[in-house]
T-cell receptor
Framework: NAGVTQTPKFRVLKTGQSMTLLCAQDMNHEYMYWYRQDPGMGLRLIHY???????AKGEVPDGYNVSRLKKQNFLLGLESAAPSQTSVYFCASSYSGDQPQHFGDGTRLSIL | KQEVTQIPAALSVPEGENLVLNCSFT??????LQWFRQDPGKGLTSLLL?????REQTSGRLNASLDKSSGRSTLYIAASQPGDSATYLCAVRLEGYSTLTFGKGTMLLVSP
């Protein structure tokens, strides 16, 4: 009964390094989302996907790229990490746009 | 741009009290509204989803209401328990969009 699984749970990077966050869901959901959560800013949408092979920009997409090559996976990439990208990243999925979103437990990313 | 505001930002009550959390939104052309719960260090858990055509939804001790015309929703928690301590977030989906706009949450502490 995995639901939405995020990998890794914690990571520390140096400025300029790159990395990929993986989100996997086993609920056959069409829609997937990447958010970041920062103190005082709330949850903000980075990118989302409405189906396999599709991606779209959210509220704060700069500095991030995404891919949805398989329906169950949604990857978030940081090409050149910056300290401003220190945050908690959440992935979510839903069957459709009007169904509840299910969240993973987050990835805590620190960039020094 | 849709803005979602939650008041109060924090609330502390003794066990057993009935309480109301408030959510307001600036654009009344919403498709649905969701209430979530977030425990420390965890992801979000969907509590209730209200479609724009509905006035309220109930689940156990939770009741959420929606007044589209005034741009308001409330989450009523009956007979609060220490296990209800968490941050509660509301999120709104606008008509024609696939994404949610989140409020910053209300941090609830229920003391034994």
């Amino acid at each position: 009964n995995a639901g939405v699984t995020q990998t890794p749970k914690f990571r520390v990077l140096k400025t300029g390094q790159s990395m990929t966050l993986l989100c996997a869901q086993d609920m056959n959901h069409e829609y997937m989302y990447w958010y970041r959560q920062d103190p005082g800013m709330g949850l903000r949408l980075i990118h989302y996907s409405v189906g396999e092979g599709t991606t779209a920009k959210g509220e704060v997409p700069d500095g991030y790229n995404v891919s949805r090559l398989k329906k169950q996976n949604f990857l978030l990439g940081l090409e050149s990490a910056a300290p401003s990208q220190t945050s908690v990243y959440f992935c979510a999925s839903s069957y459709s746009g009007d169904q509840p979103q299910h969240f993973g437990d987050g990835t805590r990313l620190s960039i020094l | 741009k849709q803005e979602v505001t939650q008041i109060p930002a924090a609330l502390s009550v003794p066990e057993g009290e009935n309480l109301v959390l408030n959510c307001s939104f600036t654009d009344s052309a919403i498709y649905n509204l969701q209430w979530f719960r977030q425990d420390p260090g965890k992801g979000l858990t969907s509590l209730l989803l209200i479609q724009s055509s509905q006035r309220e939804q109930t689940s156990g001790r939770l009741n959420a209401s929606l007044d589209k015309s005034s741009g308001r929703s409330t989450l009523y928690i009956a007979a609060s328990q220490p296990g209800d301590s968490a941050t509660y977030l509301c999120a709104v989906r606008l008509e024609g969009y696939s994404t949610l706009t989140f409020g910053k949450g209300t941090m609830l502490l229920v003391s034994p």
